[in-house]
């Protein structure tokens, strides 16, 4: 069964809020198994809604509507149904009785305009509100149906737990269809191209193609991010579609690794601070850092993580190039440099007390400095028992974007070199 998303309301439309129910319809929907090919947003007009309800029909099964539903004169979602059902709005006056009795509970009259709230197309039945004042909707068409509900999150996801999903596993269930779990797994990368992951994947990719494949793997460029692979599954329940996830990200890990080195650096939510306190944890390490650069994202990061005073020592932001000299050690000359850069880890280490030492420098712009261009980053590593290394790159971007890349770059090249058995500095940290 496909089922369309419409979320209604001009202010979406203006970008004055953001559509998360479409966000959390879709993830509940594949959770059930449910296919979600469309999401529309549509402005408060009826014509337009009729349209966009009467296209989500032609091509869906049936349709949730989310918004529009409220007491005010443009909340005309129920008319647009109406007109879309071909059906009059009724007036329920079990509506109207529930609707007062909320209002008189608060010691308030209801206001006149609220009787709007219990208009219901002819041969639809209502979802129970038990948050708000709006009631849901589900309206049949046949074999298809619309459901409406208000687009308050809360209220929304309340309403979909109690109407819509049930009558839509009802609905599947009478048509012999099987429900199953879809399910997504991301992995996040850093190091290489969107247009690079594809290229070495595809032979994969084309395996998955194939009549009845039960996997399917998509990409998502998240700019500061990295580079996101997400794996999509369906399965009979959600311990096979798990057993399918762990194979997939089994496989793609590997083949990443054999092409381009350790890529990945997190599933899901765990961003790049997450990988780099795991990779500390894991050698009993504590981490130091000078940021210049920078300027403290780095450490503002690091400290996110929960825990992170177990290995986080602390950090030397020093923006000056005499801080640099005086309190880091840093011999003077030019502070973009991998000279500057090696100095500035090695000084970190030995100030705050860490086993590992991180340092950033670099030019964000927009003008040069040190004879180096704007875009230009040096990271340093200081480890235990290593000799201390540097490694210079180029990124890409304005100010804001050349500080957060090199934020990104430099916790990513810390986690594939600290401990024993780390890759060099040298290692890929911004590929094309």
């Known amino acids: 069964m496909r089922i369309e998303i419409v979320a209604v309301g001009t202010e979406l439309l203006?970008?004055?809020?953001?559509?998360?129910?479409?966000?959390?319809?879709?993830?509940?929907?594949?959770?059930?198994?449910?296919?979600?090919?469309?999401?529309?947003?549509?402005?408060?007009?009826?014509?337009?809604?009729?349209?966009?309800?009467?296209?989500?029909?032609?091509?869906?099964?049936?349709?949730?509507?989310?918004?529009?539903?409220?007491?005010?004169?443009?909340?005309?979602?129920?008319?647009?149904?109406?007109?879309?059902?071909?059906v009059p709005l009724e007036r329920d006056e079990e509506l109207v009785a529930r609707i007062s009795s909320m209002f008189t509970s608060r010691g308030r009259e209801m206001p006149p305009s609220n009787l709007r709230q219990a208009d219901v197309?002819?041969?639809?039945?209502?979802?129970?509100?038990?948050?708000?004042?709006?009631?849901?909707?589900?309206?049949?068409?046949?074999?298809?149906?619309?459901?409406?509900?208000?687009?308050?999150?809360?209220?929304?996801?309340?309403?979909?737990?109690?109407?819509?999903?049930?009558?839509?596993?009802?609905?599947?269930?009478?048509?012999?269809?099987?429900?199953?779990?879809?399910?997504?797994?991301?992995?996040?990368?850093?190091?290489?191209?969107?247009s690079g992951l594809a290229d070495v994947l595809a032979g994969h990719i084309g395996e998955l193609d194939v009549p009845a494949g039960n996997a399917t793997i998509a990409f998502l460029a998240s700019g500061i991010e990295g580079i996101k692979v997400r794996v999509t599954v369906r399965a009979d329940d959600p311990d096979a579609a798990t057993g399918l996830l762990d194979a997939e990200e089994t496989e793609i890990r590997r083949i990443l690794s054999d092409a381009a080195g350790d890529v990945v650096f997190g599933v899901d939510g765990e961003a790049i601070e997450h990988a780099v306190a795991r990779a500390l944890a894991v050698e009993g390490l504590t981490l130091g850092l000078a940021e210049s650069l920078t300027g403290g994202l780095a450490s503002s990061r690091l400290v996110n993580v929960p825990g992170a005073s177990r290995w986080f020592?602390?950090?030397?932001?020093?923006?000056?190039?005499?801080?640099?000299?005086?309190?880091?050690?840093?011999?003077?000359?030019?502070?973009?440099?991998?000279?500057?850069?090696?100095?500035?880890?090695?000084?970190?280490?030995?100030?705050?007390?860490?086993?590992?030492?991180?340092?950033?420098?670099?030019?964000?712009?927009?003008?040069?400095?040190?004879?180096?261009?704007?875009?230009?980053?040096?990271?340093?590593?200081?480890?235990?028992?290593?000799?201390?290394?540097?490694?210079?790159?180029?990124v890409p971007g304005d100010r804001e974007r050349v500080r957060q890349y090199a934020t990104i770059a430099a916790l990513d090249l810390l986690r594939r070199t600290v401990g024993s058995e780390g890759s060099p500095p040298s290692a890929r940290i911004f590929g094309r």
């Open 121 to 194: 197309p002819k041969g639809a039945t209502i979802i129970p509100q038990t948050k708000g004042t709006a009631p849901g909707l589900i309206c049949p068409l046949g074999h298809k149906v619309i459901y409406a509900v208000p687009g308050v999150p809360y209220e929304m996801s309340d309403m979909f737990d109690r109407g819509i999903l049930p009558d839509l596993q009802h609905r599947m269930s009478e048509n012999e269809e099987a429900t199953g779990v879809i399910a997504s797994r991301v992995l996040r990368t850093w190091g290489m191209s969107e």
């Open 313 to 394: 020592r602390g950090s030397v932001v020093c923006y000056a190039s005499e801080v640099k000299f005086d309190v880091l050690g840093v011999p003077k000359g030019p502070v973009v440099s991998e000279e500057a850069a090696t100095a500035m880890a090695e000084g970190a280490r030995r100030v705050l007390g860490a086993d590992v030492g991180l340092s950033i420098t670099g030019v964000a712009g927009p003008d040069p400095q040190d004879d180096q261009p704007p875009g230009t980053v040096f990271v340093g590593v200081a480890r235990p028992e290593r000799a201390t290394e540097a490694v210079g790159f180029t």
């Open 14 to 86: 203006l970008g004055q809020i953001a559509d998360t129910n479409s966000a959390w319809l879709g993830e509940h929907l594949a959770a059930a198994g449910i296919g979600s090919h469309f999401h529309q947003a549509v402005g408060d007009n009826h014509q337009r809604m009729v349209l966009a309800f009467r296209t989500a029909l032609a091509r869906s099964d049936g349709i949730i509507v989310c918004g529009g539903l409220g007491p005010t004169h443009d909340d005309i979602t129920r008319d647009a149904i109406a007109e879309v059902m071909n």
